[in-house]
């Protein structure tokens, strides 16, 4: 207990130095002891409540991965690794992206809401999805609202779903085209993940199996070599070879996303994303160490005009709600909700690893997000502002950028803005919107810091663009699968062969249909700026968050439904919360007058222009304001038809709430009846003195497995 109160005090610590300072620049380390102090609090007692007392873990009862082992998408995994994967295919675009955006409101109102978001919203999200899937045969969360909420209400939670689900995927995979294009040093470093994840999946199949240890040593060492040896072929004749325009980016991964969901899990998928969190919590780990020596200072205000007045340069809107809808991934992102009821419920070994799977790599999850904030907020805000801004807001020359910049209040030089774009040997730094060249440049200060020196900014610079294209493709490739397992669930309502998601017909159509899906939105967008993904882009924060609501709605439901009625705010104070967020935001963005907010608004604006034959920025022609007006229109009315379905579903979730508890006799539950496990396995990633003395007893190594029968 001493210990717990220690980590209490150097969290509250932090929290009350953040919460106290106004007009002076703090050590960024205060706000690592502040997240820390309250992940590790949070993890130790809150979800420890959830899976023991609300949830009720049982480690005696098999899983699906154990029953319906198949070797393709069931299949029992070492928990080392399965964390490696959840994390990986839920850590996308998101936790990097979107705290460098919300920053522009200042640090403290994005890191309060990543640190008392993901405590109490996303990770209980995660791990109570996780826990009622594994029960139900690791059905994908559209069905689940369907079996369990409604016919009417499971209808719409399916069509949002899978809509919401691929225009999500169309955007991350948008974000790595454009971080991998004419990038040969990242296309070679990633592209030799493929082989080295495919030689630690038969690893452990088929040469050593439940060598975890072994493969994790074999296999960090030959993707630091891949990272090393993708400078050098960057430096050679090579280079022309690995140097790719986007349209070809785009046809190497949609193949890629379609083999990837159709083969054996164990083979590709598992593996490669087991392998890329080493890179990307070892990065994360090192950045947050580098913080401590290096004690950067926060430069950004804790909170700017811009959180009052709503007119932000970056992103238009007011703190509440958009702050929220910017920062999804870090805190609560519905996209996690699919990979908790599509890839992980079917491999998970044990009901009691839901915990450190689903609760703990959020967290984890959520604390790269606190290191995207960091790096955000410790640059000269006056360079944050330029290289976020767009260039209709502050021209496209460093003396018109200056000037622009110098208005909203940050004075910078264009001298300044200059010396920093030759610092990592780029052209320039303005409008290089979307977050990532700014979490770069952040993670280039703190390591050169530490490492190197102003002569190492360069290369830790495009260190950090790669790294962030290795972080999102794990997750393209995971959405595509668990978009095939949604698409399949649905069509087995008609179709009863389809039920069986390993059936290999369909297996092939599911997943051509997705990635036929996201790949024709990011097809055209990379062929027009103005087209495809780019005309869905504005919706990805609000269908995000409402794809939560979804996932909130049905585990509450379902712990009403089952007997847990007492415990139901455990998801319905989140649910609460983030239907007001995204209808508020649903609301103002289809009614809203001004232009930078309002979908309608802006088709308005660009009509008139088009009406009275001039034309408007960012169009440069006729036909760009036309195909402005579509787009304006169509995010309208997706708008309305996303937040229409979102309400049809909370509206039959009450219904099916008020119907369980006034007649408890009539509830149906789609939970698969009780069988026991014959598998032992620790629950956490470090195994207790009495999990180890049971894996000892069973003849297992600290992997777990099926016990072993006794030599006679």
């Known amino acids: 207990m001493a210990v717990w109160v220690l980590v209490g005090l150097v969290g509250a610590l932090g929290w009350g130095v953040l919460a106290l300072s106004r007009g002076e620049e703090i050590s960024a380390a205060w706000l690592l002891a502040a997240a820390l102090g309250s992940y590790a609090i949070g993890y130790r007692f809150y979800a420890r409540f959830i899976a023991h007392r609300v949830l009720k873990v049982d480690k005696t009862r098999a899983t699906p991965a154990e029953r319906l082992d198949n070797g393709v998408d069931f299949h029992p995994t070492d928990r080392r690794v399965l964390f490696g994967h959840h994390f990986a295919a839920v850590a996308g675009a998101g936790p990097l992206v979107g705290p460098v955006l919300a920053a522009q409101m200042g640090y403290l109102p994005g890191t309060i809401w990543i640190v008392a978001g993901v405590i109490f919203a996303g990770a209980v999200q995660d791990m109570v999805t996780l826990f009622f899937s594994t029960r139900r045969d690791g059905r994908s969360l559209g069905q689940m609202a369907r079996d369990e909420i409604g016919p009417v209400g499971g209808a719409a939670a399916l069509v949002a779903v899978f809509a919401i689900m691929i225009i999500l995927l169309a955007v991350l995979a948008l974000v790595i085209v454009n971080a991998l294009a004419h990038s040969p040093w990242g296309v070679f470093s990633i592209g030799m993940t493929i082989p080295i994840a495919l030689f630690m999946g038969f690893y452990l199949r088929v040469l050593r199996p439940g060598r975890v240890t072994e493969v994790s040593v074999i296999g960090v060492a030959l993707l630091l070599l891949a990272i090393v040896a993708g400078g050098w072929v960057a430096e050679s004749s090579l280079a022309g070879t690995f140097t790719l325009e986007k349209e070809t980016l785009v046809?190497?991964?949609?193949?890629?996303?379609?083999?990837?969901?159709?083969?054996p899990?164990?083979?590709?998928?598992?593996?490669?994303?087991?392998?890329?969190?080493?890179?990307?919590?070892?990065?994360?780990?090192?950045?947050?160490v580098g913080v401590v020596i290096a004690m950067p200072t926060l430069k950004m205000p804790a909170v700017t005009e811009f959180a009052t007045r709503g007119d932000g340069p970056v992103f238009a809107g007011s703190m509440f709600p958009f702050v929220f809808i910017t920062i999804a991934c870090g805190a609560l992102s519905g996209f996690h909700s699919l990979v908790s009821s599509g890839t992980t419920p079917k491999m998970i070994q044990k009901e009691t690893q839901v915990r450190v799977i689903g609760y703990g790599a959020m967290l984890t999850e959520s604390f790269v997000a606190i290191m995207a904030m960091i790096a955000a907020?410790?640059?000269?805000?006056?360079?944050?502002?330029?290289?976020?801004?767009?260039?209709?807001?502050?021209?496209?020359?460093?003396?018109?950028?200056?000037?622009?910049?110098?208005?909203f209040?940050?004075?910078?030089s264009p001298d300044a803005l200059a010396q920093a774009a030759k610092d990592v040997e780029e052209a320039s730094l303005l409008s290089r919107t979307g977050?990532?060249?700014?979490?770069?440049?952040?993670?280039?200060?703190?390591?050169?810091?530490v490492i190197g020196g102003a002569g190492m900014k360069a290369f830790w610079y495009h260190f950090a663009i790669m790294f962030e294209a290795l972080f999102i493709l794990t997750t393209v490739d995971a959405g595509t699968r668990v978009g095939r397992f949604m698409l399949q669930d649905t069509l087995g309502n008609v179709h009863k062969s389809f039920k069986d998601v390993s059936w290999k017909p369909g297996v092939w159509l599911a997943s051509a249909v997705v990635v036929g899906g996201w790949g024709y939105f990011l097809w055209v967008g990379v062929k027009d700026?103005?087209?495809?993904?780019?005309?869905?882009?504005?919706?990805?924060g609000i269908a995000n968050q409402l794809l939560a609501a979804v996932a909130l709605a049905v585990c509450t439901t379902l712990l009403v439904k089952s007997g847990r009625l007492k415990w139901?705010?455990?998801?319905?104070?989140?649910?609460?919360?983030?239907?007001?967020?995204?209808?508020?935001?649903?609301?103002?963005?289809?009614?809203?007058?001004?232009?930078?907010v309002g979908f309608f608004a802006q088709r308005d604006k660009y009509q008139a222009g088009i009406d009275a034959e001039k034309v408007l920025p960012p169009a440069k022609s006729m036909a760009e304001m036309h195909t402005v007006v579509t787009n304006a229109t169509v995010d309208g009315v997706?708008?309305?038809?996303?937040?229409?379905?979102?309400?049809?579903?909370?509206?039959?979730?009450?219904?099916?709430?008020?119907?369980?508890?006034s007649a408890p006799e009539s509830v149906k539950l789609s939970e698969v009846p009780w069988s026991e496990s014959k598998i032992v396995a620790p629950a956490g990633l470090i195994a207790t003195a009495e999990e180890r003395a049971e894996l000892a007893a069973a003849g297992l190594d600290s992997g777990g497995g099926r016990a072993k029968e006794p030599v006679a």
Not at 579 to 588: E, G, K, N, R
């Open 265 to 288: 899990v164990w083979m590709l998928l598992a593996p490669r994303d087991y392998l890329s969190t080493f890179m990307k919590v070892g990065t994360i780990a090192l950045l947050a």
């Open 409 to 412: 209040g940050f004075a910078i």
């Open 638 to 661: 997706l708008s309305v038809l996303f937040a229409v379905l979102i309400v049809i579903v909370l509206l039959d979730a009450a219904r099916t709430c008020f119907k369980a508890i």
């Open 435 to 449: 977050g990532a060249p700014t979490f770069a440049l952040g993670m280039s200060e703190i390591f050169s810091a």
């Open 568 to 596: 139901a705010w455990v998801t319905g104070v989140p649910l609460a919360w983030d239907v007001a967020v995204t209808l508020t935001a649903s609301y103002q963005k289809i009614f809203s007058s001004d232009v930078k």
């Open 529 to 540: 700026p103005l087209g495809g993904i780019n005309q869905l882009f504005p919706l990805f």
């Open 251 to 263: 046809v190497w991964m949609v193949a890629y996303g379609f083999v990837a969901s159709v083969l």
């Open 377 to 407: 907020c410790i640059i000269e805000p006056g360079l944050f502002f330029a290289v976020n801004s767009p260039p209709g807001v502050i021209g496209t020359t460093v003396e018109t950028a200056s000037q622009a910049v110098t208005g």
